[in-house]
């Protein structure tokens, strides 16, 4: 079974912080997304990477950034948190040529 | 602008009744599609996709129907049990391999006991 894992379920952090969300696949998947899920809004996609050192802009990248060092693993970061950052944040992965991705099970960041 | 649209919010059905998901999409370069099925506190889980060559997939339960000229699919749930209480996303990837998808915003079912 593919196993998608982030580093913490809930997160709690001040205005101004900087903020680490780490992902870890273990199925070899090329590609990596970090969504994030709000109310109303669906999942939107924040920023992406097809392989090791690769990054690209989502839909959403403001405020946001992405490493991407080893293939199973990638990390957004919050450069200076603010309240409108507080949201559901997923991970995914997926296979090169493959539309099908497998999802983390989320962190729910709360800005205060 | 939006690419891939759940336009019901919600949908409530009786336990054993027939549940329909739709999802519209305005982009002629998707050509696969996903249904996700994700519960509160929990990341989403594939359930079914089809490709445009098809217009019909079957797994189990679930089907999923694609009607291109229309822009149109829609995810049958028979019969529809209160486990399958969840928010459905629509997805949709574009040719040219760019292995992106666009999200719907979600259809929350209730399955009524």
């Known amino acids: 079974d593919v196993k998608v894992t982030q580093s913490s379920r809930y997160l709690v952090k001040r205005t101004g912080e900087k903020v680490f969300l780490e992902c870890v696949q273990d199925?070899?998947?090329?590609?990596m997304f970090w969504y994030r899920q709000d109310p109303g809004l669906g999942l939107r996609l924040i920023y992406f990477s097809y392989d090791v050192k690769m990054k690209e802009k989502g839909d959403i990248p403001e405020g946001y950034s992405v490493s991407r060092e080893k293939k199973e693993r990638f990390s957004l970061i919050l450069e200076s948190a603010s309240t409108n950052q507080t949201s559901m944040y997923l991970c995914?992965?997926?296979?090169?040529?493959?539309?099908?991705?497998?999802f983390g099970p989320g962190t729910r960041l709360l800005v205060l | 602008d939006q690419q891939v649209k759940q336009n019901s919010p919600s949908l409530s059905v009786q336990e054993g009744r027939i549940s329909i998901l739709n999802c519209d999409y305005t982009n002629s370069m998707f050509d696969y599609f996903l249904w996700y099925k994700k519960y509160p506190a929990e990341g989403p889980t594939f359930l079914i996709s089809?490709?445009?060559?098809?217009d019909k997939n079957e797994d189990g339960r679930f089907t999923v129907f694609l009607n291109k000229s229309a822009k149109h699919l829609s995810l049958h749930i028979v019969p529809s049990q209160p486990g399958d209480s969840a928010v459905y996303f629509c997805a949709a990837s574009a040719q040219g391999g760019s292995e992106k998808l666009v999200f719907g915003k979600g259809t929350k079912l209730t399955v009524n006991p």
């Open positions: 995914a992965s997926s296979l090169r040529g493959k539309e099908t991705q497998y």
């Open positions: 199925m070899d998947h090329e590609n």
């Open positions: 089809i490709s445009s060559i098809k």
